[in-house]
């Protein structure tokens, strides 16, 4: 099994600041990994697929990149919604999730 | 628009049985493969299983394998999880989620709200 490794576990930012999230796969997943936000009492989003195209209607300030085993989310400056929890998911072999990374507010 | 329903959750004792269903609409159910996705209170996700088109092909986490059975209702637009011998560390919230492909790989492109199922005596 794939096991994805995510960090930081918690990541404080102030809003209208850059946040860079980091997930890292035991062994490559080529560019087989999507990035999903989850707020709470809701489901989980798919923000990023193929590691780094934005999925429909998704804005512009999330992007994502790597491949192999190293990948990054990046949300270029912060907004009052992007509080959440983001989960990376590779399926480049069957589908495993990180453990998520928290981004709250500093 | 997709939506996605998910019923069917609630307390069961330790060995006892469930049966999820998902509504699925505002998309061609029976071209989709479908998934269910599991989150214990206040963990991360993990993927329970996948079931193809038209229902022929179906995959399990080795953790469910064996109890649990997915199945689908293309007539119904209607996906299905049959949960039996069911353990307190299969208390969770499942999500019924739709399978998109990219061309390289299988992803989950939309999620249901979710259904709690608690296991308990």
């Known amino acids: 099994e794939i096991v994805m490794t995510q960090s930081p576990a918690t990541l404080s930012v102030s809003p209208g600041e850059r946040a860079t999230l980091s997930c890292r796969a035991s062994?490559?997943?080529?560019?087989?990994l999507a990035w999903y936000q989850q707020k709470p009492g809701q489901a989980p989003r798919l923000l990023i697929y193929?590691?780094?195209t934005r999925a429909t209607g998704i804005p512009v300030r999330f992007s994502g990149s790597g491949s192999g085993t190293e990948f990054t989310l990046t949300i270029s400056s912060l907004q009052s919604e992007d509080f959440a929890v983001y989960y990376c998911?590779?399926?480049?072999?069957?589908?495993?999730f990180g453990q998520g990374t928290k981004l709250e507010i500093k | 628009e997709v939506q996605l329903l998910e019923s069917g959750g609630g307390l069961v004792q330790p060995g006892g049985s469930l049966r999820l269903s998902c509504a699925a609409s505002?998309?061609?159910?029976?071209?989709?493969?479908m998934s269910w996705v599991r989150q214990a209170p206040g963990k991360g996700l993990e993927w329970v299983s996948a079931?193809?088109?038209?229902?022929?092909?179906?995959y399990y986490a080795d953790s469910v394998k064996g109890r649990f059975t997915i199945s689908r209702d293309n007539s119904k637009n209607t996906l299905y999880l049959q949960m039996n011998s069911l353990r307190a560390e299969d208390t969770a919230v499942f999500y019924c989620?739709?399978?998109?492909?990219?061309?390289?790989?299988?992803?989950?492109?939309?999620w249901g709200q979710g259904t709690l199922v608690t296991v308990s005596s």
């Open positions: 079931i193809n088109t038209g229902g022929g092909s179906t």
């Open positions: 193929g590691a780094s």
């Open positions: 062994q490559s997943v080529s560019s087989n």
């Open positions: 998911q590779q399926y480049n072999n069957w589908r495993t």
């Open positions: 989620a739709k399978v998109h492909y990219d061309g390289s790989g299988y992803l989950f492109d939309s």
């Open positions: 505002g998309f061609t159910f029976s071209s989709y493969d």
